[in-house]
């Protein structure tokens, strides 16, 4: 019988390395002999980890072909920490039985070989003449790789999908099931109109989801267009990014995916701000794509927060999106009144608060057109009084004179007229405040600066010989609807804010309602709309949309209504309902939290807030503005300039009751003009603007 050369070579090897295995580490303990041995055995155990590794087949046949070499060295080992030969001669018991074992086995030549030769004492099989397999028609050979020509088997197998055959196959490093092919239409010149995601999925056994199907752009050498299609099926892909998706990946598939929050985004980078609580996530809009569309709802849910939480926001910069991610809502934050925020830069500006990107939201004292206008708007209990006092502080610390009129008393206004120049309360008080203003426009208007002649109010022009004016009107809409005086209250405030900005008179109007019909004219609310930056707090969601219509915000501006709480609802629900245990009051947090509207588009901002327990004196100045000498002596002439809270004096609003009594021939007592110059009555009952007025009206003429 004849042996192949390796069987012999390996059966010689084995019996000569037998003894030697033995009476190495015996008689010559240390001979390089144990070292070679020991090394052949740790390559042997690299070999076996290899094999383990390995996603190809045969992972039994190489453990066991490099088995001899870490046996061999395991006896040397255990020969040299006997004594002697060992007990009943182990040593060469070992070695003699690695032999056998090897010489049985012989796992190199057996696992090396192939092709087995027979014996040659085995007797030939007779030829049988096997048919040629015909080439396919469908797909002739073209010398493709071994992984296409398997491909293409199974494809054919699978009825070719989509009338289309596999042009080349090419597999994913990395992934024992991720593929890709280049598919072509199998009848030239036809277009592939029929191949689904489903149809190579069910191909290859995988979800739809795993397969997509791309365009095949024409390259040099190769075709291309509609008759071609790449198609990727990636279930291994699938998996691990579903399992632990790159950030890239979890916004393609959760955000930037069609129908997600922000459709065609690209992920740019995450950055986390440790100090400030937040984690900002930036993305990218193609620019062919136009303005970035943000789904805020969807966006919430990707990020597993809630919408209404007050922890998410958006900013569109372009292309750009900018994702802010709280750990916890800034508008529940306090952020305290400091004279450093409040106090105007060189441009006028200041800050009123915290924007909910974190951004300082500012206000301004003056504008490019001269002293800027107020409107503050918020219900009872929303953070109003608190606003116009930071508001009053700034035109303080400026330089500028403040007066205050209230249409009812006030305890934190109270306290804020102590630091302004006039405070008073009620509609007669809020009358002759402006029936001063609107006085002081003409008194100004004829007072020349340094340089000799008259311009109009500018923080930049040296030489001005008055200082800024700003009048606070509170609960404005209230005292505008008073009976004896309110259509004149409507009338000087319309007309200041039309002229007292160049003058640098501004009226800073506050209210819970901008309706036009509250009693607001479109006039008054449009002047003050441009000439001031306008903070809404805290609207109950059904007036949102009414509110910044009013304020002249486009319908795609409008923002969602503010959450009724910033504060986390707490947890353990369930548990308190079953055992029947009342819901932990919710926490009112959002006094002071709003929108400031400088530009188009609102943002959520929360004030600054002023501790009036704790005192205020810290953010006022030291000094308390007034007018000038030569503006109080024109007061004077014109009868305007006294104690605003005495009552009506006689003449001041028209002819008294009993002049009218009296002889024809005798002059009328405060006949002609009102003092201080003016030609409309405060009772003037032709000017209706709100149904209250009318009634009041009504009720004049009937003497109820």
């Not at 006092?389 to 610390?397: C, K, P, R």
């Not at 007072?447 to 200082?467: F, I, L, Q, S």
Request: negative net charge; aromatic residues 8%; charged residues 25%.
């Amino acid at each position: 019988m004849s042996v192949p050369r390796s069987v012999a070579l390996e059966r010689t090897l084995y019996t000569l390395a037998a003894p030697v295995l033995a009476a190495a580490p015996n008689l010559y303990p240390d001979s390089p002999v144990n070292t070679v041995v020991q090394l052949a055995g740790a390559a042997g155990v690299g070999g076996w980890f290899l094999a383990y590794k390995s996603d190809e087949s045969g992972t039994g046949r190489k453990v066991l072909r490099w088995s001899p070499l870490v046996a061999a060295a395991a006896i040397d080992v255990a020969a040299r920490h006997t004594i002697g030969w060992g007990p009943w001669c182990m040593d060469a018991l070992l070695a003699a039985g690695w032999a056998a074992a090897g010489l049985l086995v012989m796992p190199f030549s057996r696992h090396t070989r192939r092709r087995h030769r027979p014996a040659l004492a085995a007797p030939a099989p007779a030829p049988q003449l096997q048919p040629a397999p015909e080439p396919s028609l469908a797909q002739p050979d073209d010398g493709a790789d071994p992984f296409t020509r398997q491909v293409r088997q199974l494809w054919e197998s699978r009825g070719m999908p989509g009338r289309t055959i596999v042009v080349k196959a090419t597999p994913h490093p990395g992934m024992r099931h991720d593929l890709s092919l280049l598919l072509r239409a199998s009848e030239a010149g036809r277009p592939i109109t029929g191949l689904k995601e489903e149809d190579v999925a069910a191909a290859f056994e995988v979800d739809a989801t795993d397969v997509h199907i791309e365009e095949v752009a024409r390259q040099h050498g190769r075709g291309g267009g509609p008759g071609w299609k790449e198609v990727h099926v990636t279930p291994d892909l699938s998996e691990r990014r579903r399992e632990a998706p790159t950030a890239h990946e979890w916004w393609a598939d959760r955000i930037g995916a069609v129908g997600g929050a922000v459709p065609g985004s690209e992920f740019v980078k995450e950055i986390r701000d440790e100090h400030r609580k937040v984690t900002h996530y930036i993305a990218q809009v193609p620019d062919e794509m136009g303005e970035p569309r943000v789904n805020k709802h969807t966006l919430a849910a990707a990020l597993k927060t809630k919408d209404d939480e007050g922890r998410l926001f958006v900013t569109v910069d372009g292309s750009q999106v900018l994702v802010s991610l709280w750990d916890s809502s800034p508008l529940a934050a306090v952020f305290p009144a400091t004279r450093e925020l409040l106090t105007p830069d060189k441009d006028g500006r200041w800050v009123t608060g915290y924007l909910g990107n974190g951004q300082p939201a500012r206000n301004r004292v003056y504008t490019d057109r001269g002293a800027a206008h107020g409107l503050f708007v918020a219900p009872s209990g929303g953070g109003k009084t608190q606003l116009m006092g930071l508001h009053i502080a700034a035109d303080a610390l400026f330089g500028a004179v403040v007066w205050l009129a209230a249409e009812a008393p006030d305890e934190k206004a109270a306290k804020l007229g102590q630091y302004t120049d006039r405070y008073g309360v009620g509609a007669l008080y809020m009358i002759r405040l402006l029936r001063v203003l609107d006085a002081l426009m003409e008194i100004r208007g004829e007072m020349p600066w340094d340089d000799g002649k008259v311009h109009d109010w500018d923080p930049g022009h040296p030489g001005c010989p008055y200082r800024m004016l700003s009048a606070y009107l509170d609960e404005f809409l209230s005292a505008a609807r008073n009976g004896d005086y309110g259509a004149e209250i409507m009338d000087l405030a319309e007309r200041v804010s039309v002229k007292g900005r160049k003058y640098g008179i501004g009226i800073k109007v506050a209210g819970q309602s901008i309706y036009v019909q509250d009693g607001f004219t479109q006039l008054l609310c449009e002047n003050l709309r441009e000439n001031c930056i306008p903070v809404v707090l805290k609207v109950a969601p059904k007036k949102v949309g009414d509110m910044f219509k009013a304020l002249g915000i486009p319908p795609e501006y409008v923002p969602e209504p503010l959450p009724r709480s910033f504060s986390p609802a707490e947890a353990g629900r369930i548990e308190r309902v079953m055992r029947g245990e009342p819901e932990p009051p919710a926490n009112s947090n959002t006094g002071g939290a709003g929108w400031i509207v400088e530009a188009k588009q609102p943002d959520v901002l929360r004030t600054l807030y002023m501790d009036f327990k704790a005192g205020i004196d810290d953010c006022f100045p030291g000094t308390i503005a007034t007018l000038t000498d030569h503006e109080i002596r024109e007061l004077e002439a014109r009868d305007l300039w006294f104690d605003w809270t005495e009552p009506p004096r006689p003449g001041e609003f028209g002819p008294e009751p009993g002049d009218e009594d009296g002889d024809d021939d005798a002059p009328k007592k405060g006949s002609g003009k009102r003092r201080g110059g003016g030609g409309k009555s405060a009772t003037r009952r032709d000017a209706v603007t709100s149904p209250r007025q009318a009634l009041e009206a009504i009720k004049h003429l009937s003497g109820v």
